[in-house]
């Protein structure tokens, strides 16, 4: 029998972070959470930045918590969100705090980029990423007209789960996957692209080793070991991207599925061996990310429950219980009024709530009010907006896809996950909800050689949990409400 190993996993997002422990026994393994703590944008001097330091702090206190409570950790790993990085200097110091990707310096910026600097659809054709105004790229064009002095300075950058592994090793590396959201890096030869890269001013010396998911970067420093009372721990890039991680734990049997990353953002997309870049999947502005073992992630993000989210923290008359306030939801009658979750009025309103109802009024429609019927109007549009994206990955997939995995948080939606399955015709199946800690740890078992492949983890994670299954019905109302969406701007 083999001796059970514990894995630290640092796993941040947008608005919040957590340390994990995660224990495998050979044939299944099971998460503990160790610390939870908020990630607070920082807003000074016109823009928006994230705390690197408090970062660093928290996981520092998590690796405390582990060595008070003597658990014996075999390696750390780091993901995050993608796009952001850090600007370093010469002398290998942090030069500023990094400029979060909702930061209004990029809001026009993707034009100008076109205009003065490469034309759309090459950049498209070069990396396969979905155009939007925050990736990396575009946050260093407008780093550059303003020119900034911390990139001015830059001898590196470092992407977030990059800096934050370099914070405790001191060795610095360019993961894979986290560098592949950037819109700078070329799928088909998993190398940044040099013309691109000279359009921002950098050159591929400003940017670390490139590494593969399941590399060992190095060990705590001295610094780290004296300040948590931990030994040389050993740091592993695993899929810093933590939509990479995610999916590195699908629990799936084969390679005929789709995946649907849920939670601020909807993440739908496939699992391929070669990035997707042609005419249709530029058209529908699909991205080519990258995977774990040669994979591609070839998806599109949806806004997700940031509608939700966003609604929630304006309604001061709704349940605080997410169960009651969506059985108020359920009563409503379906499909009254609909709206597009991508269009852009729904990006960062001041008020959600207006934003929503004012849409239903441009677009003609009865306008919700109270949070039942907003709450109704966002699932329901959700799972027909989940229905248009799923049509454009089976005209593009090279293979049939038989079923939709749901992960992350969202994944605990009974109601929008059987809104899904009714609206795409196929069987949804839901969890792990905390499927980009398992990737995480996973992928340090595998830098371990405690597991061979994706498939191994993937039948460990399988056989760790149970799945919910969602059986479409309805079809007929559906179809004749995803008629009406179809129309809507």
């Not at 780093?143 to 990059?162: G, S, Y």
């Not at 940044?192 to 001013?201: E, K, R, T, W």
């Not at 008020?351 to 849409?359: E, L, N, R, T």
């Not at 809104?419 to 996973?442: C, H, K, R, W, Y």
Request: aromatic share 10%; glycine share 8%; hydrophobic share 40%.
């Amino acid at each position: 029998m083999k001796e059970n190993k514990c894995f630290f996993a640092v796993d941040l997002g947008a608005t919040s972070g957590r340390t994990i422990i995660g224990t495998l026994d050979g044939e299944t393994i099971r998460l503990e959470e160790l610390t939870r703590f908020d990630n607070h944008l920082i807003q000074t001097g016109g823009h928006f930045y994230w705390d690197i330091y408090a970062l660093y702090n928290e996981m520092i206190k998590g690796l405390r918590t582990a060595a008070q409570r003597h658990i014996n950790i075999c390696s750390i790993g780091i993901d995050t969100w993608g796009v952001d990085f850090v600007c370093v200097g010469k002398d290998g110091h942090l030069l500023r705090n990094p400029l979060a990707y909702r930061d209004p310096h990029t809001m026009g910026i993707m034009e100008e980029y076109f205009a003065e600097a490469m034309e759309k659809k090459k950049v498209y054709d070069i990396t396969g990423i979905q155009l939007m105004n925050f990736n990396s790229l575009f946050q260093l064009y407008a780093m550059r007209k303003n020119h900034n002095t911390a990139l001015e300075q830059a001898d590196k950058v470092l992407f977030v789960p990059d800096a934050l592994s370099y914070m405790l090793t001191g060795k610095m590396v360019c993961e894979y996957t986290i560098a592949s959201t950037s819109q700078m890096l070329d799928p088909r030869t998993k190398q940044l692209d040099d013309a691109l890269l000279g359009s921002v001013g950098l050159t591929k010396k400003h940017f670390a080793e490139m590494v593969l998911p399941a590399t060992i970067i190095g060990e705590l420093t001295k610094e780290v070991q004296e300040m948590t009372g931990l030994g040389a721990i050993p740091v592993v890039a695993v899929a810093g991207h933590d939509t990479g991680s995610a999916v590195a734990a699908v629990p799936a049997k084969d390679e005929h599925f789709a995946y649907l990353s849920s939670g601020t953002w909807s993440l739908m997309g496939i699992e391929t061996r070669d990035a997707i870049i042609n005419e249709e999947s530029y058209s529908c502005n699909f991205t080519n990310e990258g995977g774990i073992e040669g994979t591609t992630r070839f998806l599109k993000n949806i806004c997700g429950m940031w509608l939700y989210e966003r609604c929630r923290k304006e309604w001061t008359d709704a349940p605080a219980s997410h169960t009651e306030l969506q059985a108020e939801a359920m009563k409503q009658p379906a499909f009254v009024s609909l709206i597009n979750p991508d269009n852009p009025s729904f990006a960062n309103p001041s008020s959600m709530v207006k934003a929503i109802q004012d849409y239903c009024r441009d677009t003609k429609q009865p306008v919700p009010e109270g949070y039942a019927a907003i709450c109704r109007c966002i699932f329901d549009s959700l799972a027909l907006r989940y229905r248009q994206v799923f049509g454009y990955l089976k005209s593009m997939a090279p293979f049939p896809i038989e079923v939709l995995h749901i992960i992350g948080g969202g994944s605990l939606n009974n109601y929008l996950n059987q809104f899904t399955a009714d609206s795409i015709g196929i069987e949804v199946l839901a969890g792990p909800q905390e499927g980009t800690a398992l990737g995480n740890i996973m992928l340090q078992a595998k830098a371990q050689g405690e597991v061979s492949d994706i498939w191994e983890m993937r039948r460990i994670i399988a056989n760790s949990l149970e799945l919910k299954r969602f059986e479409p019905h309805h079809t007929a109302e559906w179809d004749e409400a995803y008629q009406r969406f179809v129309q809507l701007p």
